[in-house]
């Protein structure tokens, strides 16, 4: 059975890639991001959907393998994010939130296996 981080690092891949997907097959939700992004760039949607998709790709792959280097540099990656979407205001700030959950989750889960496993050497 894989680790509670591989898992959770698993399902977190899967929401980014359902995210990348979503604009790129529904004119609603790509019109959504847009107004969010506050541009009338469809460019500028593709490209954040497909670093969805390949960002999503790699943390499924990556909790398949059980990489955990990956899986800390993630948590770096969304604690930056935090930082700066918390900085842009406006509905950036639910971002925020949710970037820092997510981080904070697959922290949390890391730091308790790894805990677990020292538990086990000392028996």
Request: net charge positive.
């Amino acid at each position: 059975m894989p680790s509670l981080s591989s898992i959770i690092f698993a399902v977190q891949g899967c929401f980014n890639f359902l995210n990348g997907a979503a604009p790129l097959l529904s004119s609603t939700v790509a019109r959504k991001n847009a107004e969010m992004l506050l541009t009338d760039s469809k460019h500028a949607i593709h490209v954040l959907a497909l670093s969805c998709l390949s960002i999503g790709s790699l943390y499924i792959v990556a909790a398949k393998r059980g990489d955990k280097l990956a899986m800390w540099l993630s948590v770096v990656g969304r604690t930056i994010a935090v930082g700066i979407f918390w900085v842009d205001a406006g509905p950036w700030r639910k971002v925020a939130v949710f970037e820092g959950l997510c981080a904070g989750v697959l922290a949390g889960s890391l730091i308790w296996e790894s805990r677990d496993g020292k538990h086990r050497k000392r028996d």
